[in-house]
């Protein structure tokens, strides 16, 4: 397994979570990784890109609420979820990019097994 998220879980609306994606050393040096989200009945899309530069890019609804980070030391990338809220409930995943365009899900590969995220009202 290339990408293993973890984190998810059952949080009240307003509450935490933060997600992790470990990855190899390789794949963390070479490649950018960002998160999608998948809910039941809907697309995959876009959450999240930490790019190697430095800049973050984020979905339009989750700005403000929602921060990616890349531990190096760790090889992994994160995702720090506040003031969740029900709609946010979906699988999670997070997977390589392999250029183009951010946040088309066609772009990206090795997606990671996804965890899930439950937020009640």
């Known amino acids: 397994v290339q990408l293993q998220a973890s984190g998810g879980g059952l949080v009240q609306a307003g509450g935490s979570l933060r997600l992790s994606c470990a990855t190899s050393?390789?794949?963390?040096?070479?490649?950018?990784l960002a998160w999608f989200r998948q809910a039941p009945g809907k697309e995959r899309e876009f959450v999240a890109v930490n790019t190697f530069n430095g800049i973050r890019y984020y979905a339009d609804s989750v700005k403000g609420r929602f921060t990616i980070s890349r531990d190096n030391a760790e090889s992994t990338v994160y995702l720090q979820m506040n003031s969740l809220k029900p709609e946010d409930t979906a699988v999670y995943y997070c997977?390589?990019?392999?250029?183009?365009?951010?946040?088309?899900?066609?772009?990206?590969?090795?997606w990671g097994q996804g965890t899930q995220v439950t937020v009640s009202s």
């Open positions: 997977a390589i990019f392999m250029g183009g365009r951010y946040y088309d899900a066609n772009n990206y590969n090795n």
């Open positions: 050393r390789r794949i963390f040096s070479n490649y950018e």
